[in-house]
């Protein structure tokens, strides 16, 4: 183990137990390169302020940039001993510099350092996750495109209530993963702003330019106060309350999917590429990928409590409870991104058997509600028409029928006002196609609102 780089106020080396307890490098090493990149600024900037020389400015950044490639080609492997990546990178940049090396941590520290590389990091990893929605978007969009015909019944309580099509059911996810995109930016953007040169609490002496860093590292602002520069977490929960929703979203997709698998339903089925066998039962074809998604959300969420747990009891400025931050908010991160990677082309693969999605939806008496508004539109006050529909489902059921295979007398016993007309009415293909309000899942209702939100996405990309 090195000698620490803050030795010099201790008569004692750290216990080796406390060293391994206190590092964070087995997790904070995967920001090297945003490490790099917030130190380059710094860099930059102490030469144009005159804080360093311009010459130790240029070596300390010409070094930076060499351990990136190191690292990056993999001839320089991280030290699991380090405290922590940021320790790590500048004892490297001394060793290859010497003591120029040892001017990169001047109006510095590594409160403000940690805090600038967790939101480089994250902005870089919100676009990769914020690209990834939109390719499920897409797919989700296109999928529906093709199934604005196909009948399925709509559900409340999981029992069959009201004709809707796959595409309609499709697009109400569209919707979702839309918010999801608008509350990623939203906490992208806010996330955007620059803690560097906050100091390690109480800002500096030296005349910097917290601008000009700002600026190099492409964020909007530099934060306005130094307190609050080094102590923020906000934008992690914020952004893990987003990832959240988005694995929230996915889950109770993945819910309908393992249903619509299962032979009782039987309205879809996966790929054999995204499905996967049993040990013991050979006719077995699981869905584990959607399992695994919405047992994922837990740890997902499990994450966001970690983080308001975290925050909610620490006094200004930095603490070390805040290491704990990482780990979870990157759990959090890689999950959303492989759920989302997995699901996109499990999606695409998936068969939709559309003749077991009509036949569910031709029973089940789906067609009631429009029953009753057929005799609405021939002047009956609802809550008659719901009552005497009430009456004939009643006698469908003790009789074997079907609102469609009951004979006219019977619909005439209960009111003449019903005719031959009743059966068009109640046909599967009318409820759908005079659904048409809007939102509603007729065919046209349907295009309309896939028009609108391909507009919708269109403002994300
Ligand atoms: N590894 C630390 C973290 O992730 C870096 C900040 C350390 N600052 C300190 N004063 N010990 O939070």
């Known amino acids: ?26 997790f904070d090493g995967r920001m090297y390169r945003h490490d790099i990149q917030g130190s380059i ?24 940039k060499g351990i990136l490639s190191d690292i990056d080609s993999g001839s320089l492997e991280l030290d699991p001993t380090a405290e922590d990546i940021h320790m790590f990178i500048e004892a490297e940049l001394t060793k290859r510099l010497g003591d120029i090396g040892k001017r990169l941590h001047t109006a510095r520290s590594r409160n403000d350092q940690v805090a600038v590389d967790l939101r480089l990091y994250l902005r870089d990893e919100v676009k990769e996750i914020h690209e990834l929605l939109v390719k499920l978007i897409r797919t989700l969009i296109d999928t529906a495109k093709q199934h604005t015909e196909t009948i399925m019944p709509g559900y409340t309580h999981l029992q069959r209530a009201q004709p809707i ?29 620059c803690p560097l040169g906050c100091g390690a609490l109480a800002g500096t002496t030296y005349h910097t330019n917290r601008q000009q860093t700002s600026e190099l590292l492409g ?41 619509w698998c299962s032979w009782e339903f039987k309205f879809i089925e996966l790929d054999d590429a995204f499905a996967t066998g049993s040990s013991i039962m050979p006719q077995k074809k699981n869905p584990d990928v959607t399992e695994l998604i919405r047992g994922k959300t837990g740890r997902v969420n499990g994450n966001l409590l970690t983080l308001l747990t975290m925050l909610k009891g ?14 979870a908010i990157f759990d959090s991160v890689d999950n959303v991104k492989l759920c989302v990677k997995t699901f996109i082309p499990m999606l695409a693969t998936m068969r939709v058997y559309k003749e077991n999605m009509r036949n569910a939806a031709a029973r089940g008496f789906i067609n009631a509600t429009d029953c009753a508004d057929y005799l609405v539109k021939k002047g009956m006050p609802f809550r008659d028409a719901y009552k005497i529909t009430g009456t004939l489902v009643a006698e469908c059921i003790s009789k074997g029928l079907t609102l469609e295979t009951l004979p006219l007398e019977e619909y005439r016993k209960m009111t003449e006002l019903f005719d031959e007309g009743v059966y068009d009415a109640i046909s599967l293909d009318t409820c759908v196609r005079e659904r048409k309000s809007e939102g509603g899942p007729s065919p046209d209702a349907v295009n309309k609102q896939i028009a609108q939100a391909e507009a919708a996405l269109g403002e994300f990309v």
């Open 1 to 26: 183990m090195a000698d620490m780089m803050w030795a010099g106020r201790f008569s004692k080396q750290v216990d080796e137990t406390v060293n391994a307890f206190n590092s964070s490098i087995a």
């Open 41 to 64: 600024a710094h860099a930059t900037m102490l030469g144009d302020c005159g804080i360093i020389s311009k010459e130790d400015s240029l070596a300390i950044i010409e070094g930076l």
């Open 165 to 193: 099509t796959f595409a309609h059911h499709l697009m109400a996810y569209v919707w979702m993963l839309l918010r999801d995109l608008g509350r990623l930016a939203d906490a992208a953007k806010r996330m955007n702003y």
């Open 219 to 259: 964020f909007t602002d530099p934060m306005a106060n130094s307190l609050d520069g080094v102590s923020d977490r906000d934008y992690c929960v914020e952004l893990n309350c987003a990832l959240s929703l988005i694995m929230t979203h996915l889950s109770r997709f993945s819910e309908e999917i393992i249903m």
């Open 314 to 327: 620490i006094p200004l400025a930095y603490n070390k409870d805040m290491q704990e931050d990482k780990e």
